[in-house]
């Protein structure tokens, strides 16, 4: 085990995930378990910057494993793009005597980390906090099962409306480049149909979707619209059904931020806890530029250029499956 690390930072980036509290609070007392000091840096690489640091203890972080967002709070930060303000924050790192990090956030907060590392050498271990599940070197990211029940929760609730008066929903959910949470919330909730930035889908291949549920006489129609589809917004998809199928009552609902938060399901306290463990484990053996995930029940460390860069795939076998049972 590493001794030279006496000390260690944790903070939150990029989009906020629930279960990213948990996660906080697994580094937080692995780290005291170790003897180890450990310090909370607010508002992602920002808070690095401007040299928010703040020591935790058991107490700090009582009664969190079971909040959405993060008590630490998060940003994007734009001046930690530059060297001048990565040379800051390493600065008040040694000013701290912070000897390494814990980055919880996604591809664009590890693509910050890695770069930190290679120009100052802080040893650096990122946990996938995200709920796009969009991360190489992880089956799920923390986030994305609680995303995944918020979004079935809203459907259903749609579905219900639907029903009584016969109407068509398109149901936008996020996923700007990646529609794991379109395909699984589809599949889970009966969808007609998923359109995902992963398929070349026409709209005449919807048309087709649409008028196969009107044959089997569906009283109610949902359609699950990842955000990042290649046929277009929303608002434009319903607009040219409308003119195709002038006689359906056609809806929009867009879920944005709702999948954000809530409080995380069973499945991301323990992925959390489990990653915020092996995180600090991962570094006093001497680990660093790394992702920690969980492939196949097992715990694996991925190098931060291959989480980035790599590309996750939605599962083939679930996407065929929507298809038969949509029928």
């Known amino acids: 085990m590493n001794n030279k690390i006496l000390s260690i930072a944790v903070l939150t980036s990029g989009g906020d995930a629930p279960g990213m509290n948990a996660a906080i609070r697994a580094v937080v007392r692995t780290s005291i378990f170790y003897k180890k000091k450990v310090y909370g840096v607010h508002r992602g690489f920002d808070g690095l910057i401007a040299n928010e640091f703040e020591e935790l203890s058991t107490k700090s972080v009582k009664n969190i494993l079971n ?26 790192l040694r000013k701290q005597n912070i000897d390494a990090l814990v980055v919880i956030g996604g591809n664009g907060s590890f693509t910050g980390a890695n770069v930190f590392n290679e ?131 056609i809806k929009v609902t867009i879920l944005g931020h709702l999948q954000r938060g809530g409080s995380p399901s069973c499945a991301d306290r323990v992925l959390a806890s489990e990653l915020g463990v092996a995180a600090v484990e991962g570094l006093l053996n001497g680990r660093s530029n790394v992702m920690v995930g969980k492939m196949n029940n097992q715990l694996v460390y991925t190098f931060f250029e291959q989480a980035i860069y790599n590309k996750a795939f939605i599962n083939q076998e679930l996407l065929r499956i929507s298809k038969i049972l949509s029928i």
């Open 67 to 92: 909040l959405g967002g993060t008590i630490l709070k998060s940003a994007r930060s734009e001046q930690f793009r530059t060297v001048e303000g990565r040379r800051q924050a390493f600065e008040n």
């Open 119 to 249: 120009e100052h050498g802080m040893p650096v271990i990122g946990i996938p906090g995200t709920i796009d599940n969009d991360l190489y070197g992880t089956d799920n990211t923390i986030g994305y099962d609680t995303a995944n029940n918020t979004v079935l929760q809203c459907v259903d609730k749609i579905r219900d409306t639907a029903s009584s008066h016969n109407r068509l929903f398109l149901v936008e959910v996020m996923g700007r480049d990646a529609g794991f949470i379109a395909l699984n919330s589809g599949l889970a909730s009966g969808a007609l149909d998923i359109i995902l930035p992963e398929e070349n889908k026409t709209i005449e291949e919807l048309f087709k979707e649409i008028e196969k549920g009107a044959s089997n006489k569906k009283t109610s129609n949902i359609i699950i619209v990842s955000e990042g589809n290649k046929l277009g917004e929303s608002f434009s998809i319903a607009k040219q059904l409308k003119e195709k199928f002038n006689q359906l009552d």
